[in-house]
């Protein structure tokens, strides 16, 4: 809640004007120039009700505003306050503060109209374009389509983006303003698009098909396939056990993973690691073994991420050869753990 000193000019107009009934705030719009009525309708949009305050209305208009106030700012909507600008101003010059207004809101936020359009289809017209680029567009977009959007990239380019993000200048409004203009027909292009599945997005989904069905089943088609692409095979089985997956390996199967795998791969692989990820793995550990791995990592400091990424494949290589071998089966979609 604002205290009566932290009020802009314009914010104390529109609270004032909001108080009373259309007519009688229509009247006061038409003594003020337009950009003083641009600045009040704008603060209208904005303002808080929670300002009306018996002690703020006080403090803000003193006694004659105090005694017309009836003890709540009325909420407006654009509907009322379009109404609101043409009684007072006539619909030409109320046509013409819609248009500051408009200018200014594209000031402050030049890509607005991409953030109203889905993220997914963002981060599909922004995949081509270079770091540089998508760092200007993130670093001017609401931070949580930001990072929507960065989820998207490879560890190693969406820390390239980030680093660009954090030193930027600024270009000018008028390249800010071209940028958007082209990413948003770009994206009303794709959205008129169906989305091709990327390969390995179509890896994926079949993996997920494979681990809903019996093994015989599935050991049936990788083979099959193998014949045909063993590198594809690969990726497939890549996709049917993955690292935040260990977060679910019971006991037996842990403990059984974990004693081929080296302290000092561990205290790495484990960096910036999921909870239950990590917890299932440190749960299954010894004492003595937990305590290395705990100095060990310490020890290492902070490191690149891809590191920890080579570290953690180097666990799963050896997972994945368990399972290929039939010493460890991990449980497939729709299995039931019982014990």
């Not at 590198?231 to 081929?260: K, Y």
């Not at 795998?261 to 299954?284: F, G, M, Q, W, Y």
């Amino acid at each position: 809640m604002a205290a009566a000193d932290q009020i802009t000019g314009p914010e104390k107009v529109a609270a004032f004007l909001l108080t009373l009934d259309r007519e009688r705030a229509a009247g006061i719009l038409q003594h003020l120039a337009e950009d003083v009525v641009a600045e009040v309708v704008e603060a209208m949009e904005k303002l808080d009700p929670s300002i009306a305050t018996d002690d703020v209305v006080q403090q803000l208009y003193g006694e004659v505003a105090s005694m017309r106030y009836e003890g709540n700012i009325r909420p407006t909507t654009n509907k009322e306050l379009q109404q609101l600008l043409e009684a007072g101003l006539g619909s030409e010059r109320a046509a013409e503060v819609r248009r500051i207004l408009e200018r200014r809101h594209q000031m402050e936020r030049p890509f607005l109209v991409v953030e109203q359009l889905p993220p997914r289809t963002l981060a599909r017209a922004l995949a081509e374009e270079s770091p540089a680029a998508i760092a200007v567009v993130l670093a001017h977009i609401d931070p949580r389509i930001s990072a929507y959007v960065l989820g998207g990239f490879e560890v190693e380019r969406a820390l390239d983006i980030v680093r660009r993000m954090a030193t930027l200048t600024p270009p000018s409004f008028e390249i800010l303003e071209l940028l958007a203009e082209d990413l948003a027909e770009r994206m009303r292009h794709f959205a008129l698009e169906p989305e091709s599945r990327g390969s390995e997005m179509r890896l994926q989904s079949i993996a997920e098909l494979l681990n809903s069905t019996g093994d015989e089943v599935g050991a049936g088609v990788l083979d099959g396939l193998e014949e045909i692409d063993g590198e594809m095979v690969s990726e497939i089985r890549n996709f049917m056990f993955t690292w935040d997956d260990i977060a679910d390996v019971d006991r037996r199967a842990m403990q059984q993973i974990l004693g081929s795998v080296d302290t000092r791969t561990l205290s790495i692989a484990l960096k910036a690691c999921r909870p239950a990820v990590e917890e299932n793995i440190t749960s299954n550990l010894s004492s003595r073994v937990k305590d290395m791995v705990a100095e060990e990592r310490e020890l290492s400091g902070s490191m690149p991420m891809s590191e920890v990424l080579q570290a953690r494949e180097e666990i799963m290589r050896g997972v994945r050869a368990m399972i290929e071998s039939g010493e460890f089966k991990p449980a497939k979609g729709g299995d039931e753990l019982v014990s």
